[in-house]
Every structure is written in C-alpha cells, then in structure tokens.
C-alpha cells in the first residue's frame, strides 16, 4: 500500500538549479530513512543523498555543496534543492524510503524515476 511519488524533474542548462520533491503515502506511521539516488545509462545506481528521520544528512562527494536534502515527517515528504548543475548530473533520480512502518507492514521502497537532464 506504500506508494512513493516524485515530481520536479526536467531539463535545464549548466548552472542552472531544480528541486525535487517525493512524497510517501499508505498509512504510514514513521520511516527512518529517505534518500535520493540516481542512475545513468551504463551506470551502478549510487546514492546522492539521504536524511535520518533525526535530520542528520549524508552527500555523495560529487554533490557536496551544490544539492541540499530535507524532510517534512509530518507530511512524509522528502525534498531534493540541486542547484549548479552540471551534465554529469544527468541521470534518473529516484526517491528511496528505508524503514517504513506503516499499519499495513514494514518494507522499504522505490519512487518510480524522474528524469534529470542537464544540458547546453
């Protein structure tokens, strides 16, 4: 019944900024854990960035400084600012759930993808 949907993804020139949202529905009492990954073509899956359910935060080394992560648990919501894009960011950016309790179970989840596209 966990469902988790993106939104905010899109094209936009180097430099340029973009902010993703995902939020997380289905009767759910807390998660632990939320994060932002992406994939490229041809590419491992790797993490961006993720957010306990305490606020503390975690960046990959190419993202550092540039992209921000944060957390509304009252909405069950996780947002991505990036800004200062660069082409090597492109990729499919997918929200990541670990640790959901909800009263139907216990899992983790996937968003569907979003499409970021970074280019002249």
């Known amino acids: 019944q966990v469902q988790l949907v993106e939104s905010g993804g899109g094209s936009v020139q180097p430099g340029g900024s973009l902010r993703l949202s995902c939020v997380a529905s289905g009767r759910i009492v807390s998660i632990n854990d939320m994060g932002w990954y992406r994939q490229a073509p041809g590419k491992q899956r790797e993490l961006v960035a993720v957010i306990t359910s305490g606020g503390r935060t975690n960046y990959a080394d190419s993202v550092k400084g540039r992209f921000t992560i944060s957390r509304d648990n009252a909405k069950n919501m996780v947002y991505l600012q990036m800004n200062g894009l660069k082409p090597e960011d492109t990729a499919v950016y997918y929200c990541?759930?670990?640790?959901?309790?909800?009263?139907?179970?216990?899992?983790?989840?996937w968003g569907q993808g979003t499409q970021v596209t970074v280019s002249s």
């Open positions: 990541n759930a670990h640790g959901v309790y909800s009263r139907d179970n216990y899992g983790h989840y």
